[in-house]
Each structure stands twice: as C-alpha cells, then as structure tokens.
C-alpha cells in the first residue's frame, strides 16, 4: 500500500491541478492526522476510522490562524494562484468554524486577488447542517464527491461513519443551487464503473444536474487490495457515456 504523506500545515501549495491550474491549498483538518466522515478504499492518505463529526477532536487550526497564513501567502506570492482550495487532511466541513473561515477567506480574496476562486473539495457528507450549505453556497466553486449512486456502492467505496447516509447526501446535493460533481472511478472487487453502480450513479447524476461532473481514477496504488486504476480509455469512455445520457459536461482527469 502507498500513502502520501499528511498535510503538516494549513498551507500547501500552490500546486499544479489539471482541474484547478495554480491552486493554493487550505487544509483545515489538524496537522498530520486524517479525519474524515468517510474512509474510502482509494484514500491517498491511507486508512482510519470514520468520524461521524468533530466532536472531542482537537487540533484544529483558530479561524485567526487559517486567516493570517491565507493574507501573508497571498501578499508573498508573486502572481495570485487561481484557485484557494479548502482541502487537505480529511472532511473540510468538520471544521467547527468552517463557515466563518470561508467568510473571512472570501473577504481576504475579495481585497487581495478578486480573480482568484474559491473552492472547496468536500465528501458531501455534511450539506444537510444548514450552517455548512450556507457557506459552501458561498464558494466560487463546491466540488463535491459522488462516487456511489446508491447505497450500497456508498457503503463499499466510502465506508462512511454512522449517520452518513446516501439519502442525506443525495437530499443534501440537490438542494445546492451551484453544484461541480467529483467522482474517483474505481474498477476491481468493489467498482463503480460498470453494471448497477454505473447505471445507478448515471441515474443520480441525471437527478441532480450539476453544471459540470469532473472523473478520475486513483493516481497511485489504493489503500486496500483488491482496488484497481481505471485504464484512461474506460473513463474517457465513461465520460462520454455520461454526457450523452444526462446531458451534462462530465471530463475524465
Ligand atoms: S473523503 Fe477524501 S479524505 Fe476522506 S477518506 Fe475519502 S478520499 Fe480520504
């Protein structure tokens, strides 16, 4: 198994995306510790248990923190990344403070470099919090994963914590008035690439109409056995597969 290494601070970055370009990350989680509502069988960061919220976890950064590093990278970069991306060590919305954090991260844009956006890379776990939607409404840009259509393929792929489930998820997803998809396409014993979890992600995606569905598959070997790559013509396959059924820009990355 190969895993990378954790975030070891707020900032890293900025980083050359294809879906993003220059992004300079935001990562909120504590350093060096994965938390997350899910554990998907491809995490980059390797395995842990899933968290169904913050609750007594420490270690997350003070909003004055997150602000101050954001403001000082910005000022010291010589030309502003295209994208601020909250991301990093798990689930960006565990955060107790997440929305005051995309405030203030909004503000600093507006004053600093109105043409950078602001995104977010989120499990989609948390939408149904009111507080949580509010601010991810905010954002340039709510990437937000959908690998499963149902929940079965949810309960293989992402392994979520107790009290996460697809209907809150797919609940909470449509009830965003901007929507980008992100799904990680995995073939092997658990997939999503063919058969009903294809044709039931298909179904979901047709349900929810994001403007844009981004794929891609796992860039280095996945946390558990028995999880393979997708070869690059079965998601670009895929991706054409899905426009043409939803109507929908979907991109294989
Ligand atoms: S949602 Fe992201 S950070 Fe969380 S387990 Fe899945 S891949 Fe890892």
Same mark, same amino acid.
């Given at each position: 198994?190969?895993?990378?290494?954790?975030?070891?601070? /707020? +900032?890293?970055?900025?980083?050359?995306?294809? %879906?993003?370009?220059?992004?300079?990350?935001?990562?909120?989680?504590?350093?060096?510790?994965? =938390?997350?509502?899910?554990?998907?069988?491809?995490?980059?960061?390797? $395995? *842990?248990?899933? /968290?169904?919220?913050?609750?007594?976890?420490?270690?997350?950064?003070?909003?004055?923190?997150?602000?101050?590093?954001?403001?000082?990278?910005?000022?010291?970069?010589?030309?502003?990344?295209? &994208?601020?991306?909250?991301?990093?060590?798990?689930?960006?919305?565990?955060?107790?403070?997440?929305?005051?954090?995309? *405030?203030?991260?909004?503000? +600093?844009?507006?004053?600093?470099?109105?043409?950078?956006?602001? *995104?977010?890379? !989120?499990? $989609? $776990?948390?939408?149904?919090?009111?507080?949580?939607?509010?601010?991810?409404?905010?954002?340039?840009?709510?990437?937000?994963?959908?690998? *499963?259509?149902?929940?079965?393929?949810?309960?293989?792929? !992402?392994?979520?914590?107790?009290?996460?489930?697809?209907?809150?998820? /797919?609940?909470?997803?449509?009830?965003?008035?901007?929507?980008? =998809?992100?799904?990680?396409?995995?073939?092997?014993?658990?997939?999503?690439?063919?058969?009903?979890?294809?044709?039931?992600?298909?179904?979901?995606?047709? %349900?929810? !109409?994001?403007?844009? /569905?981004? =794929? &891609?598959? @796992?860039?280095?070997?996945? @946390?558990? $056995?028995?999880?393979?790559?997708?070869?690059?013509?079965?998601?670009? !396959?895929? @991706?054409?597969?899905?426009?043409?059924?939803?109507?929908?820009?979907?991109?294989? &990355?």
């Amino acid at each position: 198994m190969s895993v990378l290494e954790l975030q070891r601070d /707020v +900032l890293y970055g900025p980083v050359n995306s294809r %879906r993003l370009g220059r992004s300079l990350g935001i990562n909120l989680l504590p350093a060096s510790r994965k =938390i997350c509502t899910f554990d998907c069988i491809y995490c980059q960061y390797g $395995s *842990a248990e899933a /968290v169904s919220g913050a609750g007594k976890q420490t270690g997350f950064p003070p909003v004055d923190t997150v602000l101050v590093k954001v403001h000082e990278a910005i000022k010291t970069l010589q030309t502003p990344p295209d &994208y601020l991306t909250f991301s990093g060590n798990g689930e960006p919305t565990l955060h107790p403070e997440f929305p005051q954090i995309v *405030a203030g991260v909004i503000r +600093l844009r507006d004053r600093a470099c109105p043409g950078t956006r602001v *995104a977010v890379l !989120s499990n $989609s $776990s948390r939408i149904h919090h009111p507080e949580i939607k509010k601010a991810l409404e905010q954002l340039d840009d709510p990437i937000m994963k959908l690998d *499963a259509g149902d929940p079965v393929t949810l309960g293989q792929i !992402s392994r979520p914590a107790p009290g996460v489930t697809f209907e809150k998820i /797919v609940e909470g997803l449509a009830s965003l008035p901007r929507l980008i =998809i992100q799904s990680m396409i995995v073939s092997g014993e658990i997939q999503n690439l063919e058969g009903e979890p294809r044709e039931a992600w298909l179904t979901t995606l047709a %349900r929810l !109409s994001p403007e844009e /569905v981004q =794929i &891609y598959t @796992a860039e280095r070997p996945v @946390a558990e $056995s028995g999880v393979e790559r997708v070869p690059k013509e079965a998601l670009e !396959s895929l @991706a054409c597969r899905a426009s043409e059924r939803t109507g929908i820009p979907v991109r294989a &990355y």
